[in-house]
């Protein structure tokens, strides 16, 4: 990025937001991470997404605000409640987030959303220009990205994120000791597709955004989704191991209960708007990836 910038963020404690926050700083960026609780340093600003509340005249003349917060799809059973909880926390939180920016106006609003926008779509490949599904999360992303285009006298990207690999933590941090036990293998059929991008790349990607004149839905996601099968059998190889133990879906379905559904359905998700635009990923294939995240 060419000139340093002052950037808020929410979620700065999460998985993207903590390498985000890093990255930038590394950068040279000023962060002002908006916090739920009483604010203990000067890079803290607080704000309250159940009552609307947040400290505008601590971030009077931001240049930009990027919204992660909401609560983990992958954390919990989808009770009734934390359906709910899924979805309050994004509508309240991007609410609140949008009205900010419109009394703000930086110069950009980047908005988390998810590729669980396109519902499960088989094996059709699916740009930024494709239609909602009609299951959950679906509903939630379109919810989700009407919040964040309330916001007004600004640039708004939504950034449609899919699998985020890491060995740190997510999804691929969950998987690497099962596999590294020799006990890993493909998720259901493993014919689905999984839309998967590196963390790095993620972080790369953001910025990027925060630089070049795009707006609206953005994919984050590789250029070369693989099938779970691939995935799997590419992991168990970058560690040397066997994929032997298939994991059936009707089991994925006793453990996971509604979240099953975005493990064992099927993405295809192109990075369109990115590629239009001239990115380009380190890591666009998924075996050389995994490779590269186990030797970290």
């Not at 963020?9 to 993207?16: C, E, Q």
């Not at 999360?137 to 919040?147: D, S």
Request: hydrophobic fraction near 45%.
């Amino acid at each position: 990025m060419s000139l340093p910038q002052r950037i808020a963020i929410t979620g700065a404690s999460g998985l993207i937001g903590t390498a985000l926050v890093g990255h930038l700083k590394s950068e040279g960026h000023t962060l002002q991470k908006l916090v739920r609780r009483k604010v203990v340093s000067p890079d803290e600003v607080f704000w309250d997404p159940s009552s609307g509340a947040i400290d505008l005249a601590a971030l009077d003349g931001v240049d930009a605000i990027i919204h992660l917060a909401g609560a983990n799809i992958g954390d919990k059973r989808w009770t009734k409640d934390y359906r709910a909880e899924i979805l309050n926390s994004r509508l309240l939180g991007t609410t609140t987030i949008a009205n900010a920016v419109s009394t703000l106006k930086p110069d950009v609003f980047i908005s988390g959303s998810a590729i669980g926008w396109y519902g499960e779509t088989g094996n059709r490949a699916l740009s930024e220009s494709d239609r909602p599904g009609d299951n959950f999360l679906a509903a939630v992303c379109k919810q989700w990205e009407a919040a964040a285009d309330l916001a007004t006298g600004t640039r708004v990207v939504k950034i449609r994120t899919g699998l985020v690999l890491d060995p740190t933590g997510g999804a691929l941090g969950k998987m690497l000791p099962l596999f590294r036990f020799g006990v890993g293998g493909k998720l259901g059929s493993g014919k689905q597709w999984w839309s998967w991008i590196t963390l790095h790349d993620l972080v790369e990607a953001i910025c990027f955004i925060l630089e070049e004149p795009i707006s609206g839905a953005v994919n984050l996601t590789a250029p070369n989704p693989a099938t779970n099968q691939e995935f799997t059998s590419a992991l168990a190889r970058a560690l040397n191991r066997p994929a032997l133990i298939p994991v059936p879906g009707v089991a994925l379905r006793i453990v996971l209960g509604g979240f099953s559904t975005e493990v064992l359905g099927s993405k295809k998700v192109l990075p369109t708007a990115l590629l239009d635009a001239g990115f380009e990923f380190d890591y666009p294939h998924i075996a050389p990836a995994l490779t590269a995240l186990i030797s970290e």
